[in-house]
């Protein structure tokens, strides 16, 4: 068990550590200061020390700085809460193994692993230190038997049978020393050579000098390499007359150059891309692969950093878990996104190995790398097959299916509604029949583009088969909002299609099922839709059914309003009511609120909360807000013109507001009226400002510059958020009428309209209460120094010659204050 010495004076740290390492087998002491530490260090022998690089009376340096004074032999491991790197630099120069920072659980986790490291790298560095006394020690020995180590030589004089042949010659060619006889029969040793080179070694080794390389043949089949020396000796005839030298068995160098060689042409032929780089990963080497992978030339990367194809694309949590595997598993493979030389970024499939040297150390980082866009290519495609409709590429009936049972678990959650309506073109049959089957893909087509375009981004549509095709919608407030999109999809339909040099019209039936009141599951629903749209069909087609009849009865009676609706703006059957605004103070009339009313035919008056809500939805909304603004403007004009100034506030929903005309147009609408911009008031409520949109922001801030006083309504009711009215360009706080009613009633209301009023002055607002009706509620207003109020006190809304005779001229409600 390895025996650790950790200076720590963290005593609650230390003992952690303490406990965590030994459960990994580590004999872990503690001490709470460098001197006894220190102390601890000269009376026993440690694996290793951890010693923190702030202690109470030195710091982890002076720790090393003494250790190397005193020549004491132990590997360190210097910790800190701070990641400085000049402590580091330093610590690592005074012979500090490592150097971790402390923080949280990597920091437990690391800290084993770099122990076994550092401990493993002690016993390497004790075992090299023994291989070198090893070696100094055998260098006496290999000097008086060098010439006998490896390599054998011969001798051959003339006149004589045999060659005289050492021991490691007889070893090299495999052949028994006979003590009877000296030396080797000239046959024998002809034997041994491999038939292909025998004739090019007899003619060789009789030449003065040589060097050449040939191979031999065992008596047991081996064929071994040689590498041979030779000299020749000649008489003063010019006849031979000795002969010698020495031969080496050269076989594993001939392997390993062989297989070089393979490893080489591997290199050079393979189809993926090999880049090697250095310890400082610097590229050293690539292969024509890469280049042609990569585009880039060997010029163009040796020497560079192995990052010259980091696409950015993946995030630091990505190549951290590289490393890791890198420096734990010595290898790392995955998919990865690269950047070839043309600034291109395709996905690769990355192999790196980390070789390191016989003590560990890495030397070089081998990376393979190949192109798989074709292959990621090859997936999409089975994929889209997969769970796409080939002709319209819309999902098919797999994909669908997922997501509709995603949507109803989402449903589900969040307690909200979820429509699934069934299409079926009517007809479609004719139009194979009378066109073609071209003419009807080319349909089918369009009709898909057409449904995309009608749906919200969250919708999700498909097509079954046939012409038949499925729609959820999602996140509905109301069932019965599935019908108007079922309109806007028939309308969508209604108009012509054009096909090559035909036009043609073409209608659909749509079954709507509700979940959950419907079903809730899919099966059912399924069951339901489809019973659905053939109830649409055998009501006339062109046309949608709700699965249940009270549901589509209410479907229908508000398609009645609808279309009553569209008639009343093209009748001009609406009218503004007004209901004044009073000042507190003077209880003079500082303004009016504009309120429409529909003068519907049969049914009468009809209030705003009945018809505006189906206008937000059916963008009918944009023209009856045109309508309200004209209608205002005309009426302050008229005002104007009698000598009476009032401020005049018409309301803007959000959906209204969105779509509405730039603050530009509505300035020189107020200059064509002849009217002050001040006259105006734009009231918006929270809604508006949910999404803090910048175009809002830019459009409020227009309304103001043009002169128009902007107010924000029925504050309290809905988020009340304070950032909207620091942030926005506000004129009026209005309090909504909910918080008014029970001022005098309820100690939380009161409190609350009491911090409304004061907030809202001290942001520099005008605070106008909604909804007075005593005068209790009066007097606690003005108590509270509340600018303005408005309400059922003195009048409910009222149409403008009522307000006139009321207001403007007799102004007989002064008289009952």
């Given amino acids: ?94 012979g500090c193994q490592d150097y971790l920072i402390k923080d949280g659980t990597g920091y437990f986790e690391l800290l084993p692993l770099h122990l076994n490291v550092v401990i493993e790298h002690r016993k390497l560095e004790l075992q090299k230190r023994q291989a070198d006394l090893d070696i100094a020690e055998a260098q006496d020995s290999l000097a008086r ?223 393979v790398c190949s192109d798989i866009t074709k292959h ?33 678990a989402v449903a589900q959650r969040d307690k909200r509604c979820l429509a699934l309506l069934f299409l079926d073109l009517d007809k479609f049959k004719w139009v194979n029949d009378t066109f073609g089957h071209r003419a009807g893909d080319a349909l089918l087509q369009e009709v898909a583009n057409r449904l995309t375009s009608v749906l919200r981004e969250s919708d999700s549509v498909s097509r079954m088969g046939g012409d038949e095709f499925t729609i959820i919608l999602n996140d509905l407030e109301q069932g019965l ?28 039936s749509i079954g709507i099922t509700i979940y959950p009141d419907d079903g809730k599951d899919i099966e059912t629903l399924y069951r339901h839709a489809d019973d659905a749209m053939y ?24 398609l009645a309003l609808l279309t009553e609706l569209r008639l009343a703006i093209v009748n001009n059957e609406f009218e503004l009511y007004y209901q004044p605004v009073i000042d507190v103070i003077n209880h003079s009339i500082y303004g009016a609120e504009a309120l429409i009313r529909w003068h519907h035919p049969t049914r009468g008056l009809v209030m705003p909360m009945s018809f505006i809500p189906l206008a937000e939805e059916t963008g009918l909304i944009r023209a009856i807000g045109q309508w309200v603004l004209e209608a205002a403007l005309t009426q302050i004009k008229t005002w104007q013109d009698q000598g009476y100034n009032l401020h005049v506030a018409i309301n803007k929903s959000s959906k209204q507001f969105y779509t509405d005309d730039c603050a530009d147009d509505l300035h020189q609408t107020l200059d064509d009226y002849g009217i002050i911009p001040k006259s105006l008031t734009i009231e918006i409520t929270e809604t508006v400002l949910m999404n803090e949109n910048e175009r809002v922001m830019t459009l409020l801030q227009n309304y103001r510059k043009a002169g128009i006083q902007i107010s924000l309504d029925d504050f309290g009711k809905g988020y009340s958020s304070l950032s909207y009215l620091r942030k926005y360009p506000f004129d009026l706080l209005k309090i ?36 007075v009706e005593t005068k209790a509620q009066l007097e606690f207003l003005k108590q509270h120094n509340c600018d303005m109020i408005q309400g059922y006190l003195y009048s409910p809304p009222i149409p403008a010659t009522e307000f006139e005779q009321r207001f403007l001229i007799d102004q007989k409600w002064k008289e009952n204050d």
């Fill in 481 to 508: 909002d599935a019908e108007i999109i079922a309109e806007k999809i028939l309308a969508q339909l209604a108009e012509p299609f054009f096909l090559d040099s035909n036009e043609l019209v073409i209608t659909g």
């Fill in 1 to 94: 068990m390895p025996r650790i010495l950790y200076i720590e004076d963290d005593e609650t740290l230390a003992q952690l550590v303490k406990r965590r390492l030994a459960r990994q087998d580590f004999n872990i002491e503690l001490s709470p200061n460098g001197q006894s530490g220190l102390s601890m260090l000269q009376q026993s022998d440690y694996d290793a020390l951890i010693v923190d690089y702030q202690l109470p009376d030195m710091s982890g340096l002076d720790v090393l700085r003494w250790i190397v004074e005193n020549a004491i032999s132990v590997p360190v491991i210097m910790v800190s809460g701070q990641d400085n790197i000049r402590v580091a630099v330093e610590a690592l120069n005074l």
């Fill in 376 to 408: 990621k290519e090859a997936e999409k495609l089975i994929e889209f097959q997969a769970n796409y409709d080939a002709l319209t590429k819309l999902p098919n009936r797999n994909l669908f299916n997922d997501r509709l049972a995603l949507a109803l």
């Fill in 145 to 367: 038997a060098q010439g006998l180590a490896h390599i054998g030589n011969w001798e051959w004089r003339t006149g004589n049978e045999h060659a005289w042949w050492s021991e490691e010659e007889y070893r090299i060619f495999g052949v028994e020393k006979n003590v009877d006889v000296h030396g080797v029969p000239a046959s024998q040793y002809l034997d041994r050579i491999h038939p292909d080179d025998r004739e090019f070694v007899v003619k060789t080794i009789t030449d003065k000098c040589s060097e050449f390389e040939y191979r031999i043949q065992r008596s047991d089949g081996s064929v071994r390499w040689i590498h041979a020396k030779n000299e020749v000796e000649f008489d003063a005839d010019g006849q031979v007359s000795r002969c010698f030298g020495i031969d080496q068995d050269i076989t594993e160098r001939k392997l390993s150059e062989k297989r070089l060689l393979l490893a080489q042409q591997v290199f050079n032929t393979t189809t993926e891309g090999i880049m090697v780089a250095d310890v400082d990963l610097k590229i050293i080497s690539v292969n024509p692969a890469f280049t042609k992978i990569t585009g880039y030339e060997e010029e163009d990367v040796i020497g560079k950093p192995s990052n010259i194809l980091k696409s950015g694309k993946h995030d630091r949590l990505f190549y951290q878990q590289m490393w890791h595997d890198l420096t734990t598993k010595n290898s790392w493979a995955g998919e990865i996104w690269n950047r070839n030389k043309n600034g291109e970024i395709y996905p690769s499939w990355l192999s790196i190995a980390l070789m390191r040297d016989e003590q560990g150390k890495v030397e070089q980082y081998v990376s």
């Fill in 736 to 771: 909504d009428r909910s918080f008014v009613m029970d001022i005098t009633d309820d100690d939380d209301d009161a409190a609350l309209v009491e911090a409304i009023i004061l907030m809202g002055h001290k942001l520099g607002l005008k605070v106008v209460a909604e909804g």
């Fill in 535 to 558: 109830a649409a069909k055998e009501a006339g087609r062109n046309q949608s059914s709700f699965f249940t009849a009270t549901m589509q009865h209410e479907a229908e009676t508000r």
